[in-house]
C-alpha cells in the first residue's frame, strides 16, 4: 500500500473519529436548551475542521519528505555503486587519447585523470565477482602507486612521479589485453 494511500485512510480515520466525538458530546447530558453546560467546553466544529486539515497536512508532508529522502539515498547509492571492469577500462584505455609535456599547462589535466581512472579501476576490481586473486597484479600495481602518492594528488607530487603513474597505466593496460574476458 502507498504511503499517500495510508495517509488518505488515516485522514479519513481522524475525520470519522472526529465526526462521532462531536456527535456524541451532542448527546451528552450535560447539554441545555442554550448549549452546553458549564462543565463542558464548548469547541467551535471550525476549530475541530481546522485541527484535522492540519493534521493531515502534516502527514502529507512527512510522506513526501520520507519519499524525498528514499529517492536521494537510491540516487546517492547508485552514484557510490563502481563501475563494471570494462566500462572502468575503456575510461583508463580513453588516457591514451590525451597527453602532455612536462611542465604544460594540459598536465595537471592530464595525470589527474590518469590517476583517477586508475583508481576508478581498483574499486571495480575489488567489487567484481571473480573473486579477491582475480585482478592480483593489476590492484597490486595500483596500490604500490597509492602508496608513492601517498595521497597527495597535486600536480606536483603527480608530476614528480609522472614516470611511475604512466608506467602503471601501461602495466594494467597490458594486463587488461592479455585478459580480455574481463573486459569484453
Not at 47 to 75: C, H, L, M
Not at 86 to 104: N, V
Amino acid at each position: 500500500m502507498s504511503v499517500h494511500a495510508r495517509i488518505r485512510m488515516s485522514a479519513a480515520a481522524l475525520a470519522t473519529t472526529a465526526a462521532l466525538v462531536g456527535a456524541l458530546a451532542g448527546c451528552s447530558e450535560a447539554s441545555t436548551s442554550q448549549g452546553p453546560g458549564g462543565d463542558v467546553p464548548y469547541v467551535a466544529p471550525s476549530v475541530n475542521a481546522s485541527a484535522v486539515n492540519k493534521e493531515i497536512e502534516r502527514k502529507e508532508a512527512d510522506a513526501e519528505a520520507s519519499e524525498a529522502a528514499e529517492a536521494n539515498a537510491a540516487q546517492e547509492e547508485a552514484m557510490n555503486r563502481p563501475q563494471e571492469v570494462r566500462d572502468a577500462f575503456a575510461g583508463l584505455q580513453a588516457t591514451y587519447q590525451d597527453g602532455c609535456a612536462p611542465g604544460d599547462g594540459n598536465c595537471a589535466y592530464f595525470l589527474g585523470r590518469v590517476n583517477d581512472e586508475l583508481n576508478g579501476l581498483d574499486k571495480s576490481m575489488k567489487a567484481d565477482g571473480g573473486g579477491p586473486n582475480h585482478f592480483k597484479e593489476p590492484m597490486g600495481w595500483i596500490g604500490a602507486l597509492r602508496t608513492t602518492l601517498a595521497g597527495d594528488t597535486t600536480t606536483d607530487n603527480l608530476e614528480k612521479h609522472r614516470r611511475q603513474l604512466l608506467g602503471t597505466r601501461e602495466r594494467v593496460n597490458t594486463w587488461m589485453q592479455g585478459h580480455p574476458e574481463d573486459y569484453r
